[in-house]
């Protein structure tokens, strides 16, 4: 300690300290305009650090190390972040011996800077109030910079507009994103939402906190209360299995039922199309006698009645008849900026206009992996229908499995979720392996699930209705569920 004592008393080193040791670069200069900053928050929120271990907890969760504009207030910063992660007790000398063995003492300026910083404020009460002042000026420079390379890009003109649009798009983003997130979370914080996630779900009426319900109970109860944040769902069949009925159906449920905004975009059909098959489902009247107009006073008055109850509901279409995967991306991101969907259905993922690629397999990886990406991206369930290959019906046993997807490209490995449709009536079939019989009903098949067991459950299908429904009875967990989680073959390497 004697020879940081005598470093404190080395007034000559601090008064060079500007000029030896420059706190930050000349190429932060922007012209003649320095960047957003300020020096006396800075000073404040690491004073406040050395004073009160709350305050530490409290920068560590809303600053990272970038936060700070001058380069010796970095390397504080970070030092006290490491101190708080070994539960080294943080004061004044703790600080000062610690920069002392790291040989960082004289490039912070010495423990006469450390004395002032310590100096600076009489309490950390405000903590709060100049992280939040860091934080806003970290932000700005975070968009000077980010509008100087949509700028040199713009320029260099070696772009498609549509891609200059998605790179302004994903920076602007990322930096909203920072607002809520940080660069790193103690064990002891992810323990404690670790333990809230587990009593949420055993709480059954709060399993939408961590799921998105679909509103088909035994579906809920396999994938842990439904479909997850961050997770790509597939639903797959061959045509007229119901795929649009099943995500129409869901999409609904969880607009209608649940009050949460979900997004729906519809490559297939119109949104008046898509709103005729709701109000088809939802007042149970026939889709035929909706499309032909064949409707009595008593249906009219249904149909109204069914338009007052979900007109209202927070379901945002877009039935764009030509989509890239930039656009959808674009109209995702703002989908979830405006309107805070906490689902986006698209029917179906292999309408998506595909990029330029050596062949059809790639252009769909392509697209699967840009889905999953995007749902990471906004942080919700992102759901694709998609279409079978001829191969199921070549085939004895008509029921879809994982390796009907293989010429999907990678759909199967991006995927966290597969579900299949079966409904064995199309195929002349009369009863189930249970002799139940197969009429009017469908087979939801969880082919796989990342984080979950697979099996199936049947669902009631009401074909004139276009709606998939809870069935009636109440039945035990199908025998043939399976305890198992999916097991990654040699071509899915990634370990979630």
């Known amino acids: 300690m004697k020879e940081i004592e005598a470093l404190a008393n080395n007034k ?37 650090m050395m004073l009160d271990k709350g305050a530490v907890a409290k920068a560590v969760e809303m600053l990272e190390v970038d936060s700070f504009y001058y380069e010796s207030h970095k390397k504080i910063f970070d030092l006290m972040c490491s101190m708080f992660e070994n539960s080294i007790s943080i004061d004044i000398y703790s600080l000062a011996e610690e920069l002392h063995r790291r040989k960082l003492l004289d490039l912070v300026g010495g ?35 980010s509008s100087g390379q949509i700028l040199t890009s713009c320029y260099e003109d070696a772009r498609d507009v549509l891609e200059e649009i998605d790179l302004a798009e994903r920076l602007i983003f990322e930096i909203a ?12 914080k992810v323990a404690q939402d670790a333990y809230q ?31 997850q944040k961050s997770d790509l769902v597939i639903i797959a069949a061959r045509p007229s299995m119901g795929k649009t009925a099943l995500g129409l159906s869901i999409a609904r449920n969880i607009a209608v039922e649940y009050k949460l905004p979900v997004g729906f975009f519809s490559i297939e059909m119109s949104a008046i199309q898509l709103v005729i098959r709701l109000i088809s489902a939802e007042a149970r009247i026939d889709q035929q006698r909706i499309r032909t107009g064949k409707l009595g006073h008593t249906e009219m008055s249904k149909i109204v009645k069914t338009l007052g109850r979900i007109a209202k509901a927070p379901l945002i279409i877009d039935d764009s008849p030509s989509l890239n995967i930039m656009e959808f991306r674009a109209k995702c991101r703002r989908m979830r900026a405006e309107h805070d969907v906490q689902a986006v259905f698209i029917d179906y993922l292999q309408l ?22 995007i749902a990471k991206e906004l942080d919700i369930p992102i759901i694709a229908l998609a279409q079978l290959n001829r191969l199921v019906e070549s085939r004895k046993d008509k029921r879809p499995m994982l390796s009907d997807l293989r010429e999907s490209g990678s759909i199967e490995q991006d995927s966290d979720v597969v579900l299949f449709i079966n ?13 139940s019989p197969t009429e009017n009903k469908a087979e939801i098949i969880i082919g796989k699930q990342r984080n979950g067991p697979v099996g199936d459950l049947t669902l009631a299908y009401l074909k004139d209705f276009a709606r998939f429904e809870n069935l009636a009875y109440e039945y035990e967990k199908p025998a043939h569920l ?11 390497e990634r370990p979630f």
Not at 127 to 133: G, K, R
Request: glycine residues 6%; neutral net charge.
């Open 12 to 48: 000559k080193l601090t008064k060079n300290f500007a000029k030896d040791y420059p706190l930050v670069s000349q190429v932060d200069m922007i012209g003649n305009r320095v960047p957003p900053h300020s020096k006396e928050a800075e000073i404040s929120v690491l004073g406040a």
């Open 197 to 227: 996630h587990i009593s949420m779900l055993k709480d059954r009426s709060k399993l939408g906190a961590f799921g998105v319900p679909t509103g088909f109970t035994y579906l809920d109860d396999l994938l842990a209360g439904g479909f």
């Open 482 to 492: 399976q305890s198992n989680d999916y097991i990654a073959d040699e071509e899915d």
């Open 177 to 188: 994103d920072k607002r809520f997130s940080r660069s790193y979370m103690t064990l002891e």
């Open 423 to 435: 409904r064995p009536e199309m195929y002349g079939i009369k009863t189930f392996d249970d002799q």
């Open 352 to 373: 998506i206009h595909p990029p330029k690629a050596e062949s059809r397999e790639r252009e769909i990886s392509i697209i699967s992996r840009s889905l999953k990406q």
């Open 111 to 145: 423990t006469y800077y450390l004395s002032e910083i310590n100096n600076s404020i009489a309490t950390a009460a405000n903590i709060d109030y100049h992280a939040l002042i860091v934080q806003g000026k970290y932000l700005k420079r975070l968009l000077i910079k």
